[in-house]
């Protein structure tokens, strides 16, 4: 049986040790900069606790591969900074910032291809439906940054809209880890399935819990300043949740509200406590709960199938009681 433990200290292994070409430094410090960031490491995470779903120890086949899925999402978080005009990650000046724009951008290139490097060490026979999976994910994932971009520029997105936006901004890539984790570990199409929508409903799940927590979150938990969606005016789940419950004049003040720029600490303060208590007003916040909630449950019903002992079943609530607890 793989512990939740022993995937613990192989995750920290694989990172600690993961190599770049050390030459051009200027291409390849940015990649041991983020990866040396840090991080939760969520979706190798995912990728081995499915993985240890249908096996019993780790083989180094799985390794590589789940290396991949941190790279890749490592080089989305480097493009998007660029295109957020985000100055820090995870409290560290982001690469754009510490480096320039173009020095991001190629950094970022060669870190997606160091990505595809690694899922090609995948066993020949699983390689094929692993590289179709990585592919189809990493262009599915463009797909919802282009939708975030898009939404920007609009006064208003529909909830179906940015439930798909999320899907396949975030989702899909957590999707992909649990499938992959138990395609690698030899499971069948449908149990691999039956992982991919686990992951998927995780995601939506995750993504939900972090639009929530970026407002209603404690900063020393949630790792970046809270606040941060409201005062760059994105349309969070909160917020299309608010547009969606509110209508006349009352949508139209708080869409007035929330597209208003500020100018110092405290306009900062009171914008952020204003549209918050406008969340609270209309129930957004408990709504925001209880979606959580709803799609943590679907991601463990789609395990039902699987057939799983009482301890695997076990590993994977634990997994996603982990992910999206702290915004119960």
């Not at 138990?182 to 409903?201: P, Q, T, V």
């Not at 449950?297 to 609530?317: C, D, N, Q, V, W």
Request: hydrophobic share 40%; net charge negative.
């Amino acid at each position: 049986m793989i512990t939740e433990a022993l995937i613990d200290t192989t995750v920290k292994k694989m990172f600690a040790g993961i190599e770049f070409p050390a030459e051009p430094a200027g291409l390849y410090d940015p990649l041991r900069y983020m990866i040396e960031i840090g991080g939760k490491r969520i979706r190798p995470r995912l990728c081995l606790t499915a993985y240890s779903i249908f096996r019993d120890s780790i083989a180094n086949e799985v390794l590589e591969p789940a290396r991949a899925l941190e790279v890749f999402h490592t080089f989305t978080l480097l493009h998007d900074d660029i295109m957020d005009r985000s100055p820090l990650r995870r409290g560290k000046p982001t690469v754009w910032k510490k480096w320039d724009e173009d020095t991001a951008i190629l950094s970022g290139d060669v870190m997606q291809i160091d990505a595809y490097k690694r899922i090609a060490t995948a066993p020949s026979d699983k390689l094929e439906a692993v590289l179709e999976l990585f592919s189809k994910t990493a262009a599915e994932v463009c797909e919802g940054q282009q939708y975030d971009m898009e939404f920007e520029r609009v006064p208003q997105v529909s909830m179906e809209e940015y439930c798909k936006m999320i899907g396949l901004k975030t989702a899909v890539l957590l999707a992909c880890s649990a499938k992959m984790g138990a395609l690698l570990a030899g499971a069948s199409e449908k149990d691999s399935e039956a992982m991919y929508r686990y992951g998927y409903e995780l995601g939506m799940a995750f993504q939900v819990a972090d639009d929530y927590l970026d407002a209603f979150g404690d900063e020393k938990v949630f790792g970046k300043p809270i606040g941060g969606d409201i005062l760059n005016c994105k349309k969070s789940w909160l917020t299309v949740r608010t547009i969606e419950k509110l209508s006349g004049k009352e949508r139209e003040d708080f869409i007035a509200r929330f597209n208003c720029s500020t100018s110092s600490p405290e306009a900062d303060r009171v914008k952020i406590e204003t549209i918050r208590q406008d969340y609270m007003n209309c129930g957004a916040d408990t709504d925001a709960r209880a979606e959580i909630a709803l799609y943590t449950s679907k991601a463990l019903e789609a395990t039902s199938s699987l057939k799983l002992s009482a301890i695997r079943s076990e590993t994977l609530r634990r997994f996603a009681e982990k992910l999206v607890g702290r915004a119960k």
